[in-house]
């Protein structure tokens, strides 16, 4: 037997003493499930810190520039004078950068309108003309309004536009955030050729300019125009609204048609398991358009928005924290902190006295079934329509009733996402009935970091 030197016998007292402290600071109670193969790694924190804060905006909005009822400066006062942090305007087809006057009374200029624009600003503020025995009021334009009410670190305006395309009946909407030109409809040979072009427009806008810009797809189910197929193989598009405030936009979908959280889960499974393309992330938004009736059954402010965790109330900072997923889309729930990484997703809510919440953690598992089959009418006649798919795509994997849940990663899971549902009617919501919601972006699970193309590349989706 080897006699221990003093200085051995200490260094092995050490060297023990340290192990058992390591095993203290861990808590092997969190670890994966005894099936899973999900290795510890890094983990994302989303929460107000001394570094970075939450940024509530809204991404899509109108004005008399296109198609809404309130002037710039007004629609623009509205968001900040509800505590938004920022607001990117996104009018049809064009930017606020020139000189356009509108008719009282038309181009939805209601009386009531002005009267509150005269309240508002001064009369040098305010610039009339008369043609033709008709008033007409100067619309100011994105800088002026930029230059007027908004403030450094405190309320932000972003340029954007509401690209408004058509294929046949098929209404094509992309939001461009930050946009520096506008950029006319692209047009295509299908739904999806168009979407592509359009994208493609924008990207190379952005590789032009150095700018970022933020692209989106909107309301999908707006006249049912885009289906999951149309948008699962865009290249360059990452977001879509899962949620839009406007009342025909058709968040629920209908018995023929797929909801929009139904959508993005078929975008996500097929994605992730097949396609080999990013993430698609869900946002949520407003599409406001009226302002003088609150609430009704408008298209009204107020429905739907982003909170985003960034460093800096800046364009630049903004669309690089949503890029990244560093966000959450909701219509009122309020998160206090998501925590994800390859392990688990964690959710706290900043939950309000008296109202209760619902956590469903929602994901698909890598064997899904890919099987679909065409919608078809009460005649057996196939309609455009998003495809059936196997129940398999958007289990609901966990359901927690609280304001705080985890949720343990399996070792087959393809992405994880999570819904938090409150008690809490919608003051004013989209569709009647509706309670406020928050959805939390997706996280990869361990099945699509082992393979970022999931199951072979011959299990293809029908088209």
Partial sequence: MTKRTPVRSAFAGLFALAICSLLLVFDFSRKPGPNSEAQAGPTSTLASNGKQRWYRGNLHTHSMWSD??????MVGLWYKDHGYDFLCFT???????????VKVNQNGSPPAAVQKLKARFSKDWVEERTVDGKQ???????????????????????????????????????????LQEAIPPMHGN???DAIQNN?????????????????????????????????????????????????SVHNSGDKEHASTERIWDIILANRLGDLNLPIMYGLATDDGHRYHHIPSRGSEPGRGWV?????????????????????????????????????????????????????????????????????????????????????????????????????????????VRARITSTKHHPNPSELGDFERAWVQPTRGPAALKSPGGQAASASPAP
């Fill in 68 to 73: 809404g009822d309130d002037y710039l400066e």
């Fill in 91 to 101: 009018d049809h087809n064009r930017l606020a950068k020139s000189e356009r006057w």
């Fill in 136 to 178: 007409e009021i100067r619309l100011k334009t994105f800088e002026e309004v930029r230059q007027r009410i908004a403030e450094p670190g405190r309320f932000l305006l972003i340029q954007g536009e509401e690209i408004s395309d058509l294929f046949g009946r098929s209404p094509i909407h992309i939001n461009a955030s930050n």
């Fill in 190 to 192: 299908s739904v999806a």
């Fill in 199 to 247: 994208f493609d427009a924008v990207i190379a806008q952005r590789e032009r300019t150095g700018k970022p810009i933020l692209v989106h797809l909107n309301h999908p189910n707006y006249y049912y125009g885009v289906t999951a197929e149309d948008l699962m193989r865009i290249r360059g598009d990452n977001f879509f609204e899962v949620y839009n405030g406007h009342p």
């Fill in 307 to 415: 909170m985003v965790l960034s460093s800096d109330l800046t364009p630049e900072s903004l669309i690089a924290s949503l890029e990244a997923g560093r966000f959450y889309a909701t219509s009122g729930v309020k998160l206090q902190e998501v925590v994800s990484g390859r392990e688990r997703l964690d959710i706290a809510v900043d939950a309000e006295p008296g109202v209760s919440y619902t956590i469903d953690f929602i994901g698909t598992r890598a064997n899904f079934n890919r099987a679909s089959e065409p919608i078809r009418d009460a005649a057996g006649k196939e309609i455009r329509a998003t495809r059936h798919y196997s129940d398999d795509i958007g289990v609901t994997l966990m359901t927690v009733r609280g304001d705080k849940a985890s949720y343990r990663f399996g070792r087959d899971e393809l992405y």
